[in-house]
């Protein structure tokens, strides 16, 4: 953290912007730097349009959830302008009393097509899957009148970034889920094969990819703060992985499982069979050891909790291959312990617990020390 003490933000280069973020979480680093970040962006109008497509709108609530800094701070401190937002903005309806409306206060959609002919800068914000269907057409999810694809291809030609926020956007998500009758895609993806309502070859005008922050829904951290980076010019496209997510909340080379608070009881080889006993929930089709996120590092509801520690498996909401088989399948591939098969592993959980603490504790020391 000595980094920390030596840097201002508006000196920052692009990874140490993302390794300070991912590293003090966004109350921390938009409370430490909102100043700074500020003067940075002042000249800079930065301007935000999201768009809801086939979803819940659980990226939304989990966005206004944010506790520190609250949604309202951070809009605040990053100096931004919501041009457009489908769940909290003023009226969007075409019509009043049977006539159409081409009034930008009284008709948000309206309102956006204005600011989209003005040529100001903006971030494109999506949230939610991309319906194709039926034959191409985006039919089955109309807006304002038009297939939202239409909409959506329109003004990601016209963006600076492209942030899909959320899993549904990012990769398809729950609509996407087979037999996917109304074709939905993301962004950029479908599943784990690129290419999705843009394109494999889509960049925006900044030169990037879509910018993927999976999660059902995604943590309001790694929303504020990819947000914050797009806003000042500091995502980069090798700090993209290979499913375009941003590396520090979503590490190749970590998993959910490694710092579970169950953990423990996984090297002891106590393999719950059913729910509430309080043990490690592999056998219940808990998929931690292959999702990649910070979740258990971040923790979510104001840092309180995670689903594990709630009792739930975790259910991999962060891969492109979300919702895949049924929850409670023990997932496949997953090698046991020590060699061990799972059904016996009861029998050495001296030795497994022996091996398995220290060697968590040896990559909890090599992680601090890194």
């Keep these: 953290m000595e980094y920390l003490q030596k840097i201002e933000d508006v000196t920052m280069d692009r990874r140490t912007f993302l390794k300070v973020a991912s590293t003090v979480g966004a109350s921390a680093f938009l409370g430490s730097y909102h100043v700074d970040i500020a003067k940075a962006i002042l000249a800079s109008d930065r301007n935000i349009i999201w768009l809801n497509g086939a979803g819940c709108t659980g990226c939304t609530i989990s966005f206004l959830n944010a506790e520190e800094p609250d949604v309202i701070q951070a809009v605040t401190q990053l100096d931004v302008m919501i041009r457009h937002q489908e769940t909290?903005?003023?009226?969007?309806?075409?019509?009043?009393?049977?006539?159409?409306?081409?009034?930008?206060?009284?008709?948000?959609?309206?309102?956006?097509?204005?600011?989209?002919?003005?040529?100001?800068?903006?971030?494109?914000?999506?949230?939610?899957?991309?319906?194709?269907?039926?034959?191409?057409?985006?039919?089955?999810?109309?807006?304002?009148?038009?297939?939202?694809?239409?909409?959506?291809?329109?003004?990601?030609?016209?963006?600076?970034?492209?942030?899909?926020?959320?899993?549904?956007?990012?990769?398809?998500?729950m609509p996407a889920a087979e037999p996917n009758p109304t074709d939905v895609v993301g962004l950029q993806f479908s599943g784990t094969k690129k290419g999705g309502a843009?394109?494999?070859?889509?960049?925006?005008?900044?030169?990037?990819?879509?910018?993927?922050?999976?999660?059902?829904?995604?943590?309001?951290?790694?929303?504020?703060?990819?947000?914050?980076?797009?806003?000042l010019d500091k995502i980069p496209a090798d700090f993209l992985d290979e499913y375009q997510r941003p590396k520090p909340f979503f590490p190749s080379g970590h998993t959910v499982h490694e710092n579970c608070p169950r953990r423990g009881f996984y090297d002891q080889g106590k393999l719950d069979g059913e729910y509430a006993n309080g043990n490690?929930?592999?056998?219940?089709?808990?998929?931690?050891?292959?999702?990649?996120?910070?979740?258990?590092?971040?923790?979510?509801?104001?840092?309180?909790?995670?689903?594990?520690?709630?009792?739930?498996?975790?259910?991999?909401?962060?891969?492109?291959?979300?919702?895949?088989?049924?929850?409670?399948?023990?997932?496949?591939?997953?090698?046991?312990?020590?060699?061990?098969?799972?059904?016996?592993?009861?029998?050495?959980?001296?030795?497994?617990?022996?091996?398995?603490?220290?060697?968590?504790?040896?990559?909890?020391?090599?992680?601090?020390?890194?």
Excluded at 290 to 310: E, F, G, P, V
Excluded at 313 to 339: M, Y
């Design 198 to 231: 843009l394109g494999a070859d889509y960049r925006s005008k900044a030169g990037l990819p879509v910018i993927n922050i999976p999660g059902c829904p995604a943590h309001p951290d790694w929303i504020l703060l990819t947000l914050s980076a797009a806003i």
């Design 280 to 370: 490690c929930l592999w056998k219940l089709g808990c998929r931690g050891m292959i999702s990649h996120s910070d979740c258990a590092l971040r923790l979510w509801n104001d840092k309180q909790n995670m689903c594990t520690q709630a009792g739930a498996p975790c259910v991999g909401c962060v891969e492109p291959t979300f919702p895949e088989g049924r929850f409670v399948d023990e997932i496949e591939g997953i090698p046991s312990l020590a060699g061990v098969n799972v059904g016996t592993a009861a029998k050495v959980a001296i030795g497994a617990a022996g091996v398995g603490i220290a060697a968590h504790a040896g990559h909890k020391i090599i992680s601090k020390e890194e």
């Design 88 to 173: 909290v903005m003023f009226q969007q309806g075409l019509f009043v009393d049977g006539q159409p409306v081409t009034n930008a206060a009284l008709n948000a959609n309206f309102a956006m097509e204005q600011f989209l002919d003005s040529g100001e800068p903006f971030i494109l914000v999506v949230e939610g899957g991309v319906p194709l269907g039926p034959d191409g057409t985006g039919n089955y999810l109309r807006i304002a009148g038009k297939p939202f694809v239409d909409d959506v291809r329109h003004i990601a030609e016209k963006a600076l970034m492209t942030i899909a926020v959320g899993t549904c956007a990012s990769y398809g998500g």
